[in-house]
């Protein structure tokens, strides 16, 4: 029994310093963003940076305090159904369109509302509390970090919405894929290796994770479970992900004027969009590539990004840029999410992001023929539908809203991107949006049947 007492308190000793580091992460990377910014919401998709920083509080106060911490006094009585996001059995919400027309509470009095939380959740962690806390609370910082993602890819919409094109913060270091710091001479981890396949012999492997009810720091969302089986064909993956200047070769060759190469519900979608490019290409025919592209530090040339890794396109033009690729190079197509996570299970994903250290990386998976740009670049869409793993069962309670709910008319992403934080990437991962979505940092690696020859 001592045994078991001394090493869930170095559990809880662990979670409350890795609580402290998320729960800061959050508010440091708001920092550059003025009271004006964190309050617009500029595409359906998109929340603003205030409601991020009061509905990540409101998770804790719902989820842990409320139920584990006696006598805990809610900081706002209306904050329970105003900062609720999509949990129907937790009552009524606001429209998410209408998140930005809340001027009040201010956000000063959302930054008082962190600081209450994170208190008495320290408070709460300084006690003698069971595995149920500390998995909540294990929860609820990762959930933390997938908003700190949003914020960064919703505040970037929102700064291309304005005429002036700002920048996300002239002191930061944090920058993204096609910023126009990322030159080849200086940034030699983004030179361009030629386009190559690794083969894998396939078979019955196994994919996802099988919880450890003994190990509560041993974290995966309910969708990455159960451990499973699945039998995999023989088939290869490219070594890289495909780049700004091979996307722009589609644009060339008429990519977005040829049916053919569009699924329908794609071809249907581009059309009533008005694509022509991905998401913040901009068409300037001063220029040699006749592009730019809007990044968090402003407008770039598109030649200073040619071998960085296309970024911000929707699963149709993914989908499509592998068609218009297997004319030339028959067989091309996107990966399924399976082959994915059995190719990069191995993969070293613990190199930080660009999050943390403002450049771009390259991650070789050892013994895997050089796979690089697996992990913390783009996200990477696959070819799978998001559905439940054989035997899922969602949370219990209002937490089984999390994931599961969401199993329908999504397309699976791996990977994580260069807004993902470090620790929030894994090779089992499950990202998962619409087939229109642009505004998320994603692009796509090729892969092909069959075992390289």
């Not at 929102?158 to 270091?173: E, I, K, S």
């Not at 895997?368 to 559905?387: H, I």
Request: aromatic share 12%; proline share 5%.
């Amino acid at each position: 029994m001592e045994m078991q007492t001394i090493e869930q308190a170095g559990v809880k000793h662990e979670l409350a310093k890795r609580f402290k580091a998320v729960r800061q992460a959050t508010v440091e990377f708001v920092g550059p963003l003025t009271p004006e910014d964190q309050m617009v919401q500029s595409c359906a998709e998109a929340s603003p940076t205030k409601w991020h920083l009061a509905h990540t509080s409101w998770f804790f106060e719902t989820f842990v305090l409320r139920d584990y911490l006696a006598g805990y006094e809610e900081f706002h009585p209306e904050f329970h159904w105003l900062f609720n996001s999509y949990y129907n059995s937790l009552g009524e919400m606001p429209e998410k369109r209408l998140r930005a027309s809340f001027s009040r509470p201010s956000l000063e009095g959302i930054k008082a509302y962190r600081i209450y939380v994170d208190a008495a959740v320290e408070r709460l962690l300084a006690k003698d509390v069971g595995d149920e806390v500390l998995r909540r609370v294990s929860l609820g910082l990762e959930h933390e970090q997938q908003h700190l993602e949003l914020i960064a890819t919703d505040i970037k919409h929102a700064l291309w919405t304005n005429p002036l094109r700002p920048v996300y913060g002239v002191a930061t270091t944090r920058i993204e894929a096609g910023s126009p710091a990322l030159r080849k001479e200086d940034t030699p981890g983004v030179q361009v290796r030629t386009l190559e396949y690794t083969g894998f012999a396939g078979g019955l492997v196994e994919i996802g994770v099988t919880p450890d009810a003994e190990d509560v720091r041993a974290f995966a969302f309910d969708n990455e479970t159960p451990r499973h089986s699945v039998y995999l064909q023989p088939y290869r993956l490219a070594n890289r992900l495909v780049t700004c200047g091979e996307y722009l070769g589609f644009m060339n060759d008429n990519g977005y004027t040829r049916p053919e190469l569009w699924l329908s519900e794609g071809w249907s979608t581009m059309r009533a969009e008005g694509w022509q490019a991905p998401l913040y290409w901009k068409r300037d025919a001063g220029t040699e590539s006749g592009w730019r592209v809007y990044t968090l530090r402003g407008m770039a040339l598109l030649e200073a990004m040619m071998e960085t890794p296309v970024c911000h396109v929707s699963f149709f033009e993914a989908e499509a840029f592998a068609r218009w690729r297997a004319i030339a190079e028959p067989g091309c197509r996107l990966p399924t999410e399976f082959e994915w996570e059995h190719a990069a299970g191995v993969a070293d994903a613990s190199a930080a992001t660009m999050l943390e250290t403002g450049a771009l990386r390259t991650v070789a998976a050892e013994g895997l023929g050089g796979l690089e740009q697996m992990f913390g670049d783009v996200w990477e869409w696959t070819s799978s539908g998001y559905t439940g793993y054989p035997g899922y069962r969602p949370l219990p309670g209002a937490l089984g809203e999390y994931n599961g709910k969401f199993m329908s008319s999504q397309v699976i992403l791996r990977g994580g991107s260069c807004v993902t934080p470090e620790s929030h990437i894994r090779a089992t991962y499950r990202n998962f949006f619409p087939a229109g979505t642009r505004w998320q940092f994603s692009g796509l690696r090729l892969a092909k049947d069959g075992r390289e020859q």
